[in-house]
């Protein structure tokens, strides 16, 4: 008389043992190799380096290299088609490993270190400050009454 009940919680031990997996990476690497990276403010090691994640969106992205110009950037993770809204789910439930690779290659470059070299860096960060400032003035003029 129980064998209903039995049937259906074997049916659905089965169905979750046998459930699918989805694993998505990010696979950063430089040129050159061995620079060290932070994805949204967590160290996560030297190039080239895999960092799993969960969410797909936009990831705060810094690489430094002793000699190199340091890169801080935003980058993205493109939703595939697989995890669009309601086949994620399908995904989810189905049998299957599914494994979303995100490829991202930066290719640095050389710091120069020359007295001139810093002395232009500066210069340029100046005058983009000062065009900065100038900005923001004009348009607490154009607010005012």
Not at 1 to 13: E, G, I, K, W
Not at 21 to 33: A, G, K, M, N
Not at 81 to 99: N, Q, R, T
Request: hydrophobic fraction near 40%; proline fraction near 6%; aromatic fraction near 6%.
């Amino acid at each position: 008389m129980n064998h209903p009940r039995t049937f259906t919680m074997f049916a659905l031990a089965l169905a979750l043992a046998t459930t699918g997996c989805v694993r998505r990476t990010i696979e950063i690497s430089t040129t050159p190799e061995g620079a060290l990276v932070w994805v949204n403010g967590r160290e996560v090691g030297r190039t080239p380096v895999s960092v799993d994640f969960t969410h797909y969106g936009t990831y705060d992205l810094m690489i430094k290299k002793k000699g190199w110009e340091p890169i801080i950037d935003a980058k993205t993770t493109p939703v595939p088609i697989l995890d669009s809204a309601g086949l994620d789910l399908i995904v989810e439930i189905l049998p299957v490993d599914v494994h979303h690779v995100v490829k991202w290659h930066i290719d640095m470059e050389r710091r120069d270190g020359s007295r001139r070299a810093l002395l232009k860096r500066a210069n340029e960060l100046r005058t983009s400050l000062d065009d900065a400032q100038q900005v923001s003035a004009e348009k607490t003029l154009d607010e005012s009454p």
